[in-house]
């Protein structure tokens, strides 16, 4: 009997197989490398967190505007009104603060907006025009 044809498959499927192991270590090896740059980079931010609640009582408390209402739509609207050099409506707005021009938003910044000509904040000139109270 001639066994040398099976041998030879073996040999093929042993070279298969040994091409296989070696790509998988490769494959494993960066995994590795992977996970000690995650693990390096978690490390850093835990150490930032605690660097900056350690610090946080430390700092002043901020002196904004008791009569802002409490929403973070709000110090954004007066900084684009800061940065505008004439009337904003509603639609500007939404688009300086990267909103969906969608009709919601526009009507969500239209209430925030009249809400800050009632706290004396912003002055309505026109129907829908805002600028920042002089």
Same mark, same amino acid.
């Given at each position: 009997?001639?066994?040398?044809?099976?041998?030879?498959?073996?040999?093929? =499927?042993?070279?298969?197989?040994?091409?296989?192991?070696?790509?998988?270590?490769? =494959?494993?090896?960066?995994?590795? #490398? $992977?996970?000690?740059?995650?693990?390096?980079?978690?490390?850093?931010?835990?150490?930032?967190? %605690?660097?900056? *609640? #350690?610090?946080?009582?430390?700092?002043?408390? =901020? *002196?904004?505007? !008791?009569?802002?209402?409490?929403? !973070?739509?709000? !110090?954004?609207?007066?900084?684009?009104?800061?940065?505008?050099?004439?009337?904003? $409506?509603? $639609?500007?707005?939404?688009?300086?603060?990267?909103?969906?021009?969608? !009709? %919601?938003?526009?009507? #969500?910044?239209?209430?925030? /907006?009249?809400?800050?000509? %009632?706290?004396?904040? /912003?002055?309505?000139?026109?129907? #829908?025009?805002?600028?920042? %109270?002089?």
């Amino acid at each position: 009997m001639n066994i040398e044809p099976l041998l030879e498959a073996l040999d093929i =499927q042993e070279d298969a197989a040994r091409a296989l192991a070696e790509d998988l270590r490769t =494959q494993i090896a960066e995994l590795h #490398g $992977r996970l000690r740059e995650a693990e390096t980079h978690l490390e850093r931010l835990a150490i930032t967190r %605690k660097t900056v *609640t #350690g610090l946080a009582d430390r700092l002043p408390a =901020q *002196t904004s505007s !008791p009569d802002l209402p409490e929403h !973070p739509d709000y !110090p954004r609207i007066l900084a684009v009104f800061h940065e505008a050099t004439g009337l904003l $409506r509603a $639609r500007d707005v939404c688009e300086a603060l990267d909103h969906e021009l969608l !009709p %919601k938003n526009i009507e #969500g910044i239209r209430a925030k /907006l009249e809400r800050l000509v %009632k706290l004396d904040v /912003l002055t309505e000139v026109d129907a #829908g025009s805002f600028t920042r %109270k002089q």
